[in-house]
Structures are given as C-alpha cells and as structure tokens.
C-alpha cells in the first residue's frame, strides 16, 4: 500500500451500513488525512467521548433522519484503550458494523510504545521508512534510533562537534517539530555518551524551544564581537560582562556554512532579534548584518524584503497540515507588522508584491479551508488545534500535577500581529517573562458569540444551540467543564470586562484558598477594535499604548504571586475591510455582522447570495442546523461601499489562527 493510511480507508465502503462503530486506541481516524479521506467517501462521524454530549448529537443529527427513512454513512469512534467496543451504548452495537484500527498493525516490526507516542502527523514519513528499509524487529531503544533518523532526520552518531549539534538543534527548533521525551531522552543519552558536550545544557536544549532560542540569543553579541575582533590588530580587549541565564558553552560557531543558513531566517522572521554593536559599519556590510540595528526604515525594509521572499516560497499547499498555517501565519503577522509601522515609507513595489501575497494566502487559505477545517474539531486536544480544546488541553496539565492552579486569558479580539505588540510591550516591561508560543484555530463564524463561547464550554457550537447568540452562559459552560472533570464550583471563577481600572475583583476571586481554575476575558483589544476609524496600523498603535500600561503587566503579577500558571488566547483576530454593501434583508437575518451574517435556513441565505454572489456560504460544522452563515468576501465586509472597518466574523488567516500563549517568569 502506497499509504498507511490506505489500510484504514478500505474499509469504508458508501451504503454498506448505516452506522458503523470503530474502536480506535490510537486516535488514527482523528488524522487530517483519515478523517478527508472518510469525509471524502460520504460518511460523518462523531467521537463517542462522553454519554450525554454524544446522545445529544446523535439523536438530532442522525436518529431522526434515519426514522423519516433517510441513509447516512455514520461512524461512531471509541477511543478506549482496549480495542473493543463494550464502552459503547447497547443501542448502538445491537445496530453497528464494528471495525477496529491500532499502531501495532501498521507498524508491526516496532515497539508500539515508542511508536503511539507520536504525532499522527509524523507517520507518513516512518511508513515509507519501514517499507524502504525493512528494518525487522526491533526492541524499544533500536526503535527509538530507528524513528529519530527516518521521521526527524537525527543521527545521533553523526552529531561530533558544536555545529552538528547546532545544526540539529536549529532545524528542530525553527520547524517547530514535536519530538517526544522519550526520544529526546534517548538522542541525549547518546551524546553524553562522548564528552564533547559536556559543558551543554543537552535536557534543557533539546526539549525547551524558547530556551533555545535565548541561548542563541545571548551568544550572539558574543560572536560579534569575535567577529569584529578579526579586523583588529593588537591586544584583544577585555572579556565583557555577558550575564547569561542559559548555562553552556560561550561562543557557538554561528558562522559554520551549516548555521548560517538558519540564521538569517531567524532573524528575518523575528526569532532573534537584532542588537546594537560599536562596529555597526563594519558588521552591517558582512553576512552578519541581519542580526545587526543600523537606522531603524533601513532594518525594516532589509526584513521586510526578506520576509515578503520567504512567505512567496512557502504557501502551504491546499492538502498541507494545519501546522504548516501555523508557521505561516506567524511570518505573515510579522509581515502586517513591518508594514504598516511607518507605511508611507514603502516603495510602490513592495506595496504591490505584499498585495500579491496577501490575495494568494487569502486564496489559498480559503481553498484549505473548505478542505480540511472540518477534520481539525475531533483532532486530540494535545496539542490544541482549536479553541474547544483548549479546557481538555488545561485539564491534562491538571491531572499530570495536583497541586496546580491555572488560569485561562482570553484578550477578545486579538489577532496574531496585535498579541507581536502586547508581547514586546510586556518584554520591555518585564525582561524576566518568557512566552511560549502556539496558535490554534478559532471558530468559523469568527465571533465571540461562537469562538469564546466555545473556548469556556470546551465543545463546539452544536452543543450550546440556546446560547449561540450571547455570551452570557459562559460562566455556567467553564463551570459545567470543570463539574465535569471533577472540580467544585468553589474551585473555578470567572470574570469579564477586564482590561483597565482595578485588579481587586480579580484579586479577591484568584486569592481564595479554595480556587484552583480561573477563567479571564479581557474585552479592551475588541473595544479598541470596533471604535477604530485608522485600519491595522490604528489598531498596532492602540493596542501598543494599552499594553504599555500598567494594567497587563500588574494582573500577570498578581496571577504569578497566587501561584497560577498563565495562559493567553484569543477567540478571534481582526483585518481591515472594505464595504460591498449592505444586504437589505428586513428581519430575516438573525446577526448582521460586518463580515457574516446569520440566517434561520439555508433558503433565506441563498435569497442574499444572489446579490452578493462572491459571498462564501459556510456549512454547518460544528454548528446547530439552523444557523446557517453567509461569510462576506475576502477582505470585505456588508457595509457601504465607500466605507472601511476593522471588523471580524470571517475567513481570513488574521481572523482565524489566534496566539496561544503559556507565559511564564523565569525562576518559577
């Protein structure tokens, strides 16, 4: 079979049943390519996780198109750790086909252990390696060597010197790969095995990209200055005082023709950041430059120039994984950045070749979208991947260490650029702070009412039909979650309305001896948003002012002094739109908002289609049947043609992919 997947997919055959039940310990039909693949042959399924939010979906979606006579091609998952089905309702085995799929099948010759612990989406790349080499049996260390060459490129025997390490390192960081501890442990193990790296910091490394990135960081002033050293002659001054808080060797050999290549990306797209140097003149002229502050419209238009040339070459393509969005929004934020500090300064044609981009990522975006977003709802919730999954995401973290408090931030309305703002506001602040950064997807429509909502429920929209228009049931939805995995309502708060004014009702709630979950809505960024008469670079400017202030910063203190782990989102991110007119639909519309509205049926929709008929009509996933959205086009909104508004409830990748943030202060 050309695929492992392959194996999976044979088994579903349209009009063979009308339900068939699957037990799946592996989560393999969770996949993005299973679940295109199933999608693809006609059949919807549903994860059986928990009895009353499967009844529920069960019963209104398809129990009562099968009493009026209909045929649907349902799959019903267990995801249990036996492979069988008895976790299931009786109703269901008397009516299912019954199927079931495991690692240990596919992957016959390895360990299973070492091989479950991977991300479903690194299986592709050890398939073709089991067929290519054959490798046999083999035990759980040969395994992990077996998966650490083949699925991440890492041999562990090739790694003698600094830059083979560094090399390693770089590649693994920049991709943002996820690699799990048990094969990192292993990789470490084999290089302490010589003492060449005696003197690294290997399990700190390794594993902590942020950590990593630091380390970089605080070595190249280091470098340098060796750099600038060279065209010297005389006594070398004396050592400078470097103060570095990530242990290990003083000088990296950024300039080996192996790390060069990674480091002027990482520059580029803002990994690493540019200092200042007494030599500047001399630096800036050589390949170090980038990493060099010359006059500030001159570091920006080099970046700039750079970024626009590595985002024309890496557009994902319409069946990339979710991951590879992820990576691209965040250059592209980095991109909306740059542009639009000091716009006037950018030459005509680089204006244009960023309009070119931005409509192929808009293009290109949608068409992924209509794809593959639905498979993204039932994906595992470690890592999240959407909002919903975000309280299972906490509550694992929960489970892993009793004692922990979390607290939960959701900054409504902040789009990945504007949290690139917040973040160098609190940076300079709090040079003490560092951010772990992910993203995830919000819901479509992108509103509050749809994608924060979600985010406190920890479920999709389908399952919140009454509230869907409003938000007040937020508090009940994050209380019934925790209910749910055990917690009293005395252990969780809630509070909206944050943003400016006082801290005390927060403190009050987080300082109770009994609270252990906390739940924060911050509304100013969306405030700021739907006041906003000057576009994105109004929008940089503001939220740069508010996160300058006090307010932010003291409430991360204040949650750090109470002992919570912190974690920042947002349910959905903003663009710049122009008006296509407004639709003229009297009552029948149940929201009208900038970029979507909301019908009752799909009829009403299709009436406001006609008149606007580049408007995009979005399904129903994940969403009660009877709301049924009419998304605006690209980067236009339902308001007067000569108008412009920064707004959301869309498609575009600014609305969609949100910051996912862990922020923590170094020493705790």
């Known amino acids: 079979m050309s695929s492992w997947r392959d194996q999976i997919l044979k088994e579903f055959t349209p009009k063979v049943a009308r339900l068939t039940l699957v037990a799946d310990p592996d989560g393999l039909l969770l996949e993005e390519g299973i679940l295109e693949g199933i999608r693809e042959r006609g059949f919807e399924l549903i994860p059986f996780e928990d009895h009353i939010a499967f009844r529920y979906a069960y019963e209104s979606k398809f129990r009562s198109r099968w009493d009026r006579g209909e045929h649907t091609d349902l799959v019903v998952v267990l995801r249990s750790q036996a492979s069988d089905l008895s976790g299931l309702p009786y109703d269901l085995l008397q009516a299912g086909r019954r199927l079931s799929f495991n690692l240990g099948d596919i992957f016959p010759n390895l360990s299973y252990p070492v091989v479950s612990a991977l991300d479903r989406g690194d299986l592709d790349a050890l398939y073709e390696a089991q067929k290519r080499h054959a490798p046999g049996q083999l035990g759980d260390n040969a395994t992990k060597e077996f998966v650490l060459r083949h699925v991440f490129e890492i041999a562990p025997e090739l790694v003698k010197q600094p830059s083979d390490l560094l090399r390693v390192l770089l590649r693994r960081h920049y991709r943002g790969q996820r690699i799990p501890a048990d094969l990192d442990g292993r990789f470490i193990l084999l290089l302490r095995q010589s003492n060449v790296f005696d003197d690294w910091p290997l399990e700190t490394l390794v594993a902590d990209r942020e950590a990593f990135f630091t380390f ?69 002229k050589t390949w170090v430059g980038i990493g060099v502050r010359t006059a500030p419209i001159e570091d ?69 979208l209509f794809k593959r977003y639905a498979g993204l709802v039932n994906l595992p919730p470690v890592p999240p991947v959407m909002l919903h999954h975000l309280p299972r995401f906490l509550a694992r973290q929960m489970g892993e260490d009793h004692t922990a408090k979390i607290a939960l931030i959701v900054v409504d309305g902040l789009a990945l650029d504007q949290w690139l703002v917040v973040r160098e506001a609190l940076a300079t602040k709090q040079p003490g702070l560092r951010f772990r950064e992910q993203a995830v997807f919000a819901w479509i429509p992108s509103l509050t009412s749809v994608s924060r909502q979600a985010t406190f429920a920890g479920r999709a929209p389908i399952f919140f039909p009454n509230s869907i228009q409003t938000t007040d049931r937020e508090p009940a939805l994050w209380a019934q979650f925790w209910a749910d995995h055990g917690y009293t309502t005395n252990q969780v708060v809630y509070i909206k309305g ?59 203190d204040l949650l750090f002094e109470r002992g919570f782990r912190v974690c920042l989102t947002s349910d959905h991110g903003n663009i710049e739109a122009t008006g296509c007119g407004r639709p003229l639909e009297g009552v029948v519309a149940d929201l009208r908002g900038e ?59 600014e609305e969609l992919i949100v910051p996912l943030i862990q922020i923590e202060r170094r020493g705790e």
């Open 216 to 284: 970089l960081q605080e070595r190249w002033p280091i470098f340098l200055d060796r750099e600038a050293a060279k065209g010297t002659s005389g006594v070398r001054e004396d050592e400078k005082p470097y103060g570095l808080s990530i242990k290990g060797p003083i000088e990296l050999p950024f300039g080996h023709h192996d790390i060069r290549v990674y480091i002027d990306n990482l520059f580029v797209e803002g990994l690493l950041h540019s200092v200042p140097h007494e030599h500047v003149n001399t630096l800036s």
């Open 300 to 368: 920006r238009s080099r970046r700039l120039g750079k970024l626009i040339d590595s985002l024309e070459a890496s557009i994902p393509a319409e069946d990339a994984k979710h991951t590879d969005w992820f990576h691209f929004a965040r250059g592209w934020a980095e991109t909306i950045l740059l542009a639009n500090d000091q716009a006037e300064a950018i030459s005509e044609p680089t204006g244009e070749r960023i309009k070119n981009l931005q409509a192929q990522m808009d293009a290109g975006f949608a068409g992924w």
């Open 498 to 556: 944050l943003g400016d004014g006082s801290l005390e009702s927060v403190s009050e709630a987080i300082s109770h001896p009994q609270t252990r979950i906390a739940g924060l809505v911050i509304d100013k960024v969306d405030k700021i948003m739907h006041g906003m008469e000057m576009g994105t670079a109004g929008m940089h400017n503001q939220v740069g002012q508010w996160a300058k202030q006090p307010y932010l910063s003291a409430l991360l």
């Open 595 to 653: 970029r979507v509205r909301v019908y009752p049926d799909l009829s009403l929709r299709s009436k406001v289609k006609e008149r606007f008929p580049t408007a995009l009509e979005w399904g129903s996933i994940g969403l009660p049947e009877d709301y049924v959205a009419l998304l605006a086009p690209s980067r236009q909104a339902f308001i007067q043609n000569t108008q412009h508004s920064v707004s959301h409830g869309g498609i575009s990748l």
